[in-house]
């Protein structure tokens, strides 16, 4: 089915450890986005990028880096992960043009001990 | 800063009745986009229903509805004759009409659906 792929699904990280997380998208959407989701936080947006060699930061960028090397992919990474960091990660793409809403990846939970 | 704000952390609701998800939000735009999401204990996202600013007409999805009152900025989610599927987390959420389509999310409202 065409979508947003998001991998891994889950993953425990000891803290300082680094990892990817990898979104690839085939729907030729423009944007793409990283959120995180809390509890009783709703999901807030680490960082997006509004087309290929593009990234900006969102709500909540620190600790994390990005990179979209390729249109279809967008890549966010934990450099030396915090328990802070711990939470269920969200990979979303949309078109341009009217605002539809996003296409949503599964998620990624994460846990870093 | 646009907020969006959902007072009710959570709800529950008897089969086949109805429901109403409560959704306020600030901003000084005036053209914009609302959503409700639908996220299950399966954790995806899933759009329920979606509403222009511009367009005075509440929208509709089966047995899905908002009351949407621009002036009031409020945009409430009705559930008629809810079904156990419909156990889930709900997510207001607002866009801007232009620029790159971000979206700002409430905080959620847990709803639980019983028999």
């Known amino acids: 089915n065409a979508g947003v792929t998001q991998t891994p699904k889950f993953r425990v990280l000891k803290t300082g450890q680094s990892m990817t997380l990898l979104c690839a998208q085939d729907?030729?959407?423009?944007?793409m986005y990283w959120y995180r989701q809390d509890p009783g936080m709703g999901l807030r947006l680490i960082h997006y990028?509004?087309?290929?060699?593009?990234?900006a930061k969102g709500e909540v960028p620190d600790g994390y880096n990005v990179s979209r090397l390729k249109k279809q992919n967008f890549l966010l990474g934990l450099e030396s992960a915090a328990p802070s960091q711990t939470s269920v990660y969200f990979c979303?793409?949309?078109?341009?043009?009217?605002?539809?809403?996003?296409?949503f990846g599964s998620g990624t939970r994460l846990t870093v001990v | 800063a646009q907020t969006v704000t959902q007072s009710q952390p959570e709800m529950s609701v008897q089969e086949a009745e109805t429901v109403t998800l409560s959704c306020t939000y600030d901003?000084?735009?005036?053209?914009?986009?609302l959503f409700w999401y639908k996220q299950p204990p399966s954790r995806q996202m899933i759009l329920v229903i979606r509403?222009?600013?511009?367009?005075?007409q509440n929208a509709t999805e089966n047995r899905f509805s908002v009351n949407f009152q621009k002036a009031a900025k409020s945009f409430s989610l009705k559930i008629s004759d809810s079904q156990l599927g419909d156990t889930a987390m709900y997510f207001c959420?607002?866009?801007?009409?232009?620029?790159?389509?971000?979206?700002?999310f409430g905080a959620g409202t847990r709803l639980a659906v019983h028999p």
């Open positions: 979303a793409s949309s078109g341009t043009g009217r605002v539809y809403g996003y296409t």
């Open positions: 729907m030729n959407h423009e944007y």
């Open positions: 990028s509004v087309g290929e060699g593009t990234t």
């Open positions: 901003t000084s735009e005036n053209n914009y986009y």
């Open positions: 509403q222009e600013a511009y367009k005075q």
């Open positions: 959420a607002f866009s801007f009409s232009g620029g790159y389509n971000k979206l700002i």
